[in-house]
T-cell receptor, first 117, second 114 residues
Framework: DGGITQSPKYLFRKEGQNVTLSCEQN?????MYWYRQDPGQGLRLIYYSQIVNDFQKGDIAEGYSVSREKKESFPLTVTSAQKNPTAFYLC????????????????FGNGTRLTVT | AQSVTQLDSHVSVSEGTPVLLRCNYSSSYSPSLFWYVQHPNKGLQLLLKYTSAATLVKGINGFEAEFKKSETSFHLTKPSAHMSDAAEYFC????????????FGSGTRLQVQP
């Protein structure tokens, strides 16, 4: 079955350490996204990529970095510069890169819950 | 600028009774509107979408939503709740702001009592 795989499901890190969250898709989608979800809030866009070797900052990119070396993969690094990294992180993809989920639906992975102490 | 307000953070219904989850939006132009559902510790799944066609939109699992431009609302309904409907529901608005931007509501947690 096609889908998006995020790993690991739970991740624990000490403050000051960088950590990388994995996102792999086999849907052959061009566009991929990273969202952050906090309790009682909607999703907020961190970064998005419309094509391989290109990515753009979303609304809350500070303290995060990404790469898009392969169509299937869009890893997110949470750096020590991120002030409040504990959150639920969701990766998504969509078939049409130009509309960024505005018409074609987003397909989501099951998320990674990051806890930093 | 666009925004979306989900009017209830929690809704509780009994199994077999109707569901109403309320969403109001603001948008400068003609928006696209969506409802997504999220089960615990899972990603979001699209329930339905409105993109300027019919104002009454039918989605999966018996859900539907009506786009009312005069009221700037896009409420989600289901005639009869099932236990498996217990989840969090997000209303999402999309419009062009230099790039296509999605704005998520803060979510409504639906509880279904037996």
């Amino acid at each position: 079955d096609g889908g998006i795989t995020q790993s690991p499901k739970y991740l624990f890190r000490k403050e000051g350490q960088n950590v990388t969250l994995s996102c792999e898709q086999n849907l052959n989608h061009d566009a991929m996204y990273w969202y952050r979800q906090d309790p009682g809030q909607g999703l907020r866009l961190i970064y998005y990529s419309q094509i391989v070797n290109d990515f753009q900052k979303g609304d809350i990119a500070e303290g995060y970095s990404v790469s898009r070396e392969k169509k299937e993969s869009f890893p997110l690094t949470v750096t020590s510069a991120q002030k409040n990294p504990t959150a639920f992180y969701l990766c998504a993809s969509s078939i049409t890169p130009s509309d960024l989920g505005g018409n074609s639906p987003l397909h989501f992975g099951n998320g990674t819950r990051l806890t930093v102490t | 600028a666009q925004s979306v307000t989900q009017l209830d953070s929690h809704v509780s219904v009994s199994e077999g009774t109707p569901v109403l989850l309320r969403c109001n939006y603001s948008s400068s132009y003609s928006p696209s509107l969506f409802w997504y559902v999220q089960h615990p510790n899972k990603g979001l799944q699209l329930l339905l979408k409105y993109t300027s066609a019919a104002t009454l939109v039918k989605g999966i699992n018996g859900f539907e939503a009506e786009f009312k431009k005069s009221e700037t609302s896009f409420h989600l309904t289901k005639p009869s709740a099932h236990m498996s409907d217990a989840a969090e529901y997000f209303c999402v608005v999309s419009e062009w702001e230099g790039r296509r931007a999605l704005t998520f509501g803060s979510g409504t947690r639906l509880q279904v009592q037996p």
